[in-house]
């Protein structure tokens, strides 16, 4: 079960924020994404117009998608839970708003080429508003990818005060709060991964607890980036480098024996000389 710390960190980082001020703050930055990107790219038929036309077009553009989305995520937010918000829901939610903008964009479009600027526009109005819902939908999931990747780097890598860690199953409301110092290693099985932990009982005995969470190697592994003192000596194992004692065996079958325990991990080939270097330098 998440703590109260995980909990709160989950808000922060979460795909979505439900505060009014983070709403109209987002809204505020694509209006000035907008108005410049019309301004200055001058795209499709917008190159067509000077530049008061080209102002008033850019200017009403970001205006509408700002007012829609705001609008949008003021009504809809409140029926968001962000604790169990994820990737699908986002793509449903940008889906929505996708939707929504472009239905009452081209309203506008087929409103300014018909009436307003259809002197400085070449073309048929059809191609015009085809052209117009393809840079939208394009625009739009472009930038959902680009949110939605910053967003995924941060929900993989929740990192509480330095020295601690958390780990993120698939399964819902599955985490694991570690202290970086207690994992020994950890094992991956699958789609399942183990995290081998070191506790001292009330007696003061060394004692191993595991944890096991819905996750594969490839992203558990991205958590460790950051700390040089974790090594992934086998594509099914990651070991605390700090608790590393020995190495037996020689490069065709080898293994990293741990200080806690005694516990004997096997190390890949292409592994064998880099872990006995770093354990040169211990």
């Known amino acids: 079960m998440k703590n109260q710390a995980i909990e709160k960190y989950l808000r922060k980082s979460c795909y979505v924020s439900t505060n009014k001020v983070d709403i109209v703050q987002e809204q505020v930055n694509k209006f000035i994404f907008v108005f410049l990107f019309i301004v200055i790219l001058q795209p499709y038929i917008t190159h067509d117009l000077s530049l008061?036309?080209?102002?008033?077009?850019?200017?009403?553009?970001?205006?509408i998608f700002s007012l829609i989305s705001l609008i949008f995520h003021l009504f809809y937010n409140k029926k968001i839970n962000v604790e169990h918000w994820n990737n699908k829901k986002n793509l449903i939610l940008h889906s929505k708003l996708f939707l929504l903008e472009t239905i009452v964009f081209m309203l506008y479009a087929y409103f300014s080429v018909r009436y307003?600027?259809?002197?400085?526009?070449?073309?048929?109005?059809?191609?015009?508003?085809?052209?117009?819902?393809?840079?939208?939908?394009?625009?739009?999931?472009?930038?959902?990818?680009?949110?939605?990747?910053?967003?995924?780097?941060?929900?993989?890598?929740?990192?509480?005060?330095?020295?601690?860690?958390?780990?993120?199953?698939?399964?819902?409301?599955?985490?694991?709060?570690?202290?970086?110092?207690?994992?020994?290693?950890?094992?991956s099985i699958g789609h399942y991964t183990k995290i081998f932990l070191k506790s001292?009982?009330?007696?003061?005995?060394?004692?191993?607890?595991?944890?096991?969470?819905?996750?594969?190697?490839?992203?558990?592994?991205?958590?460790?980036?950051?700390?040089?003192?974790?090594?992934?000596c086998h594509r099914s194992y990651i070991i605390n480098l700090k608790m590393l004692l020995k190495i037996e065996g020689n490069s065709r079958k080898a293994f990293a024996v741990l200080s806690y325990d005694n516990q004997c991990i096997p190390i890949a080939r292409k592994n064998y000389k880099h872990i006995k270097y770093l354990l040169e330098q211990q």
Do not use: W
Not at 52 to 63: C, L, N, W
């Open 116 to 187: 307003l600027y259809k002197y400085a526009i070449s073309g048929s109005m059809i191609s015009v508003l085809i052209n117009c819902v393809l840079y939208v939908l394009i625009g739009g999931f472009f930038t959902h990818i680009v949110l939605a990747y910053i967003n995924n780097i941060k929900l993989h890598t929740i990192i509480k005060p330095e020295g601690e860690i958390v780990f993120e199953g698939k399964n819902k409301n599955e985490f694991v709060n570690a202290n970086l110092q207690n994992i020994i290693y950890v094992k």
């Open 52 to 63: 008061m036309p080209r102002v008033q077009v850019a200017f009403s553009t970001a205006f």
């Open 200 to 232: 001292d009982d009330d007696n003061g005995d060394e004692k191993i607890h595991i944890k096991i969470i819905r996750s594969d190697m490839r992203t558990v592994s991205k958590l460790f980036d950051r700390y040089d003192y974790f090594f992934k």
